[in-house]
């Protein structure tokens, strides 16, 4: 069964530290990974995607992704209290016609003035 | 722009009574539209995927028979909780995955949720 792990927190960083969110998945043919971001009562935000190699910078966002160790990471830079979420990571799934997301259960992280 | 909309955004209804959910990609095109279920500090459960124009597919352990889908066109789905039962409250989210797609069209925008009581 494929799967995507994340490390279910909370997280708690300070306000203008750095917040580092991790995931791994199983499928070794995913080609697209993208990071949403939820807060609480309200539906996901899509914030970044990558599918290549390496790191992917947008503002304070930072995706890294390591196809050989199956890895995919979100670096928040200069963190504020406002980015106090849950962050789901989310993987293609490879194969089918449907074009489905595997989602992870999300990393919440909390960010305190 | 890939904005999703969704209505209504809240409603409470009888139990044995059914209630239709909308979803509509507004300023795009999705041949394909998921739908979630989450319930309460759990994490979002996929319950089915539709494509413009044929039946829905429908995740292991959800019965098709009581969330009737229905993707009449290019942006519009629908999702109709038949006979509601308490068991049903829930917070229902859609999703669209746009025709022109970036990173490899997996991508996909969330509509801002559905929030069902069943009393």
């Known amino acids: 069964q494929k799967e995507v792990e994340q490390n279910s927190g909370p997280l708690s960083v300070p306000e203008g530290a750095i917040a580092s969110l991790n995931c791994t998945y199983s499928d070794r043919g995913s080609q697209s990974f993208f990071w949403y971001r939820q807060y609480s009562g309200k539906s996901p935000e899509l914030i970044m995607f990558?599918?290549?190699?390496g790191d992917k910078e947008d503002g304070r966002f930072t995706a890294q992704l390591n196809k050989a160790s199956q890895y995919v990471s979100l670096l928040i830079r200069d963190s504020q209290p406002s980015d106090s979420a849950t962050y789901l990571c989310?993987?293609?799934?490879?194969?089918?016609?449907?074009?489905?997301?595997?989602f992870g259960k999300g990393t919440k992280l909390s960010v305190k003035p | 722009g890939a904005v999703v909309s969704q209505h209504p955004s809240r409603v409470i209804c009888k139990s044995g009574t059914s209630v239709k959910i909308e979803c509509r990609s507004l300023d795009f095109q999705a041949t394909t539209m998921f739908w979630y279920r989450q319930f309460p500090k759990k994490s979002l459960m996929l319950m089915a995927t539709?494509?413009?124009?044929?039946?829905?597919?429908?995740e292991q352990g959800v019965e098709k028979d009581k969330f009737l889908i229905n993707h009449a066109s290019l942006t519009l789905s629908t999702l109709t909780v038949t006979s509601a039962h308490p068991e049903d409250s829930s917070f229902y989210i859609c999703?669209?995955?746009?025709?022109?797609?970036?990173?490899?069209?997996?991508?996909?925008?969330f509509g801002p949720g559905t929030r069902l009581t069943v009393t």
């Open positions: 999703s669209a995955r746009p025709s022109w797609g970036l990173a490899g069209s997996y991508e996909q925008y």
């Open positions: 989310a993987v293609s799934e490879e194969g089918g016609s449907q074009g489905n997301l595997i």
């Open positions: 539709s494509n413009e124009g044929s039946k829905a597919t429908y």
């Open positions: 990558i599918y290549s190699n």
